[in-house]
């Protein structure tokens, strides 16, 4: 069965840093990549980082490279996002996903299934 929840957004001012953490369940992680997308008002969803399902591989996307690192805990069961040096235009509404960043992250893919998400506001 496919689940996941994300949580760990919040309310932080310009450069600082919050993590993300998406819990998953154990055929979930061994078998999907997973994807953290993000939606800010008025924009497309957009695709911003991923871990493969064997946890060798990642990617970022350019707006976040440098700033944003994603790893897994397998004990944990739980996919983190680390994001520092934020900005006010990191503010969206968070996602994780059982699926890579275009062609990103080998693994199964679920597409079209997504969370409530978590919502990261970026404001002095």
């Known amino acids: 069965q496919v689940q996941l929840e994300e949580s760990g957004g919040g309310l932080v001012q310009p450069g600082g840093s919050l993590r993300l953490s998406c819990v998953v369940t154990?055929?979930?992680?061994?078998?999907?990549?997973i994807g953290w997308f993000r939606q800010a008002p008025g924009k497309e969803r957009e695709g911003i980082s991923c871990?493969?399902?064997?946890?060798?591989?990642?990617y970022y996307a350019e707006s976040v490279k440098g700033r944003f690192t994603i790893s897994r805990d397998a004990a944990e069961l739980t996919v983190y996002l680390q994001m520092n040096n934020l900005r006010p235009e990191d503010t969206a509404v968070y996602y994780c996903?059982?699926?890579?960043?275009?062609?990103?992250?080998?693994?199964?893919?679920?597409?079209?299934?997504w969370g409530q998400g978590t919502q990261v506001t970026v404001s002095p």
């Open positions: 154990p055929f979930v992680l061994s078998h999907y990549a």
């Open positions: 871990i493969s399902s064997n946890g060798e591989g990642t």
């Open positions: 996903t059982p699926k890579g960043v275009k062609d990103y992250c080998p693994g199964h893919k679920l597409d079209d299934f």
